[in-house]
């Protein structure tokens, strides 16, 4: 019986002490990795193929697998967080001692779950940001490697079409209008490619699946799109880190009950036999008294 | 074995040769646009043979400078000869570019070089 109260009192106080102690250990777990990578054929997706691109490829990753795997732990934990609650209500003596004993140590497993959550959910965040940011600079650079002389290059060039454009009907006129020239054979071939492009274009245009990125119901630049990805995910960090406090003090809670659960063993121990009591002197006076 | 060795290195230099000479769009502009030109100052040849031979490579010309100006592997392609050919739209592009100004093609190339009818009169036989 004493072995057992006393086991009673050490564990919640084994139970406070692992709390504090368990959390370097979840950061060396480094098995459920998504390690994607800046292809160049990544770069050149539309911004909204591109984040589900990229969604895809982390939800086959082992670290999307060991969040929904989490995720489901917790949420079978809250269960039995519940269910232990209310069987702590109709408890009375031993045996709510031993529930609450037991609720410590299963809020002690929920809180394991939920930083292990958090650390899973804070490097999916931080790969998400680390990948957006080296897109946006790749786009810079790309931006940005341009020579001035390419760049007249490219002037020159859109003038030349532009050009081009603006006098190819009244050149074909001129050209071909009287019978002495007739188009030739690419001519012809390249007016009905042009009209089966146009119609292409045109169902490409109104496809839904077509649409641009967009903000708010406005669409934006790829480099605006990928700066706002950055920026969610920059708030996920951040309510992470608040999800983080409050986990401390939840932890800080158990401790705490811990203690009180212990204290209160120690008082019921003290409680099972006679409370020790001075012996008073008045009453050995008879004993002096009589004869 | 022995006579083998020589006919397999000449097939493979053939092979190479024949990637080196497939020209892109812009060579073969310039080509057609060089033999045009010839074809229009070449002293020896009679009106009508100039005329027929002219005829033929003006449609050419025409489609071969759509093709440059159509070609997507040209777009930032910086190279020298590309730059070069961009510089100037109404030497590259000549046939279009006359069309455009309404003038002959000879006339038109010459004004671009800087000969016109007015620097030909006033022009004086000289020794340098």
């Given at each position: 019986m004493k072995n057992h109260s006393t086991s009673r009192i050490v564990a919640p106080v084994i139970l406070a002490g692992a709390l504090v102690l368990s959390a370097p250990v979840w950061a060396a777990v480094e098995s459920e990795s998504w390690n994607p990578v800046v292809s160049e054929r990544l770069i050149k997706l539309p911004a909204n193929y591109l984040k589900k691109a990229i969604d895809h490829d982390f939800a086959k990753s082992a670290l999307a697998l060991a969040i929904a795997d989490n995720r489901e732990l917790t949420g079978l934990k809250t269960q039995t967080l519940q269910d232990l609650q209310s069987a702590i209500e109709g408890a009375q003596g031993e045996l709510k001692v031993e529930l609450r004993h037991q609720f410590l140590a299963e809020k002690r497993a929920y809180l394991e779950l939920v930083a292990r959550t958090q650390d899973l959910r804070r490097r999916q965040a931080d790969t998400k940001i680390r990948l957006y940011g080296k897109m946006l600079d790749k786009l810079g650079r790309k931006a940005a490697a341009m020579t001035p002389q390419h760049a007249a290059l490219i002037d020159k060039q859109q003038a030349a079409q532009k050009r081009f454009q603006s006098s190819i009907g009244a050149v074909d006129m001129k050209l071909f209008g009287n019978a002495a020239m007739t188009e030739s054979k690419y001519s012809q071939e390249y007016?009905?490619?042009?009209?089966?492009?146009?119609?292409?274009?045109?169902?490409?245009?109104?496809?839904?699946?077509?649409?641009?990125?967009?903000?708010?119901?406005?669409?934006?630049?790829?480099?605006?799109?990928?700066?706002?990805?950055?920026?969610?995910?920059?708030?996920?960090?951040?309510?992470?880190?608040?999800?983080?406090?409050?986990?401390?003090?939840?932890?800080?809670?158990?401790?705490?009950?811990?203690?009180?659960?212990?204290?209160?063993?120690?008082?019921?121990?003290a409680g099972d036999g006679p409370p020790a009591q001075e012996a008073s002197i008045n009453a050995a006076i008879d004993f002096f008294v009589t004869r | 074995m022995k006579t083998l060795k020589p006919i397999l290195l000449t097939a493979i230099c053939c092979a190479f040769g024949a990637a080196v000479a497939n020209a892109g769009t812009l060579e073969n502009l310039e080509r057609e646009r060089a033999i045009v030109l010839d074809a229009y100052l070449d002293q020896s040849l009679q009106p009508s043979e100039r005329q027929s031979k002219t005829q033929i490579s003006r449609t050419r010309l025409i489609d071969l400078e759509r093709m440059v100006l159509r070609d997507k592997s040209l777009a930032g392609k910086n190279t020298p000869r590309v730059r070069k050919a961009f510089d100037n739209y109404d030497l590259t592009f000549l046939v279009h570019a006359s069309t455009e100004s309404k003038r002959g093609v000879l006339d038109h190339w010459l004004d671009q070089i800087g000969v016109s009818t007015h620097s030909l009169m006033n022009a004086r036989l000289g020794r340098r």
């Open positions: 007016a009905k490619n042009v009209a089966s492009i146009e119609r292409l274009v045109a169902a490409i245009g109104s496809h839904p699946m077509n649409r641009r990125a967009e903000i708010d119901g406005k669409v934006v630049s790829k480099q605006d799109y990928l700066r706002q990805i950055i920026t969610e995910s920059e708030a996920d960090v951040a309510l992470l880190d608040q999800e983080e406090t409050v986990l401390g003090y939840m932890a800080k809670l158990i401790a705490l009950d811990a203690m009180a659960l212990s204290d209160a063993v120690v008082a019921d121990e | -």
